[in-house]
């Protein structure tokens, strides 16, 4: 990932509104949601809330797709994936002990967890 690209993403992440529609795009993936449904769920008007989706948008980060009337936007994973790999690319200078407590952290938000039967 170019810095420029790291950038744009990283600061259509940093206001709070934008970063709240980008958590909640995550966790409806991968089905996505509605524009007005994000909307409706941060209590944001739905044409401040377009503003936000089309910063999040012309960064990268989110995707909008026609659905009939709808417009449903969905969380880029991949873009998200190399925004966080641009920041930890060169972990801690190639000392791999200073990252261990990291990659412990996120390891087990990534791995399927087991449903009892």
């Given amino acids: ?20 529609a980008f958590n909640l795009l995550v966790q409806h993936e991968p089905d996505g949601i509605p524009a007005g449904d994000v909307a409706r769920i941060l209590a944001v008007p739905q044409n401040t809330m377009s503003s936000h989706l089309s910063v999040l948008a012309r960064a990268g980060l989110i995707n909008a797709e026609r659905r009939s009337r709808l417009v ?27 990252c261990a407590p990291l990659v412990a952290e996120l390891s087990p938000c990534c791995i399927p967890q087991k449903v009892s039967s």
């Avoid at 990932?1 to 709240?20: H, Y």
């Fill in 1 to 20: 990932m170019e810095q420029e690209k790291a950038i744009l993403a990283l600061a259509a992440l940093a206001q709070p509104t934008r970063l709240q």
């Fill in 72 to 98: 449903v936007y969905r969380a880029d994973i991949s873009a998200l994936r190399e925004v966080m790999l641009y920041l930890v690319k060169d972990c801690c200078g190639g000392r791999a002990e200073l």
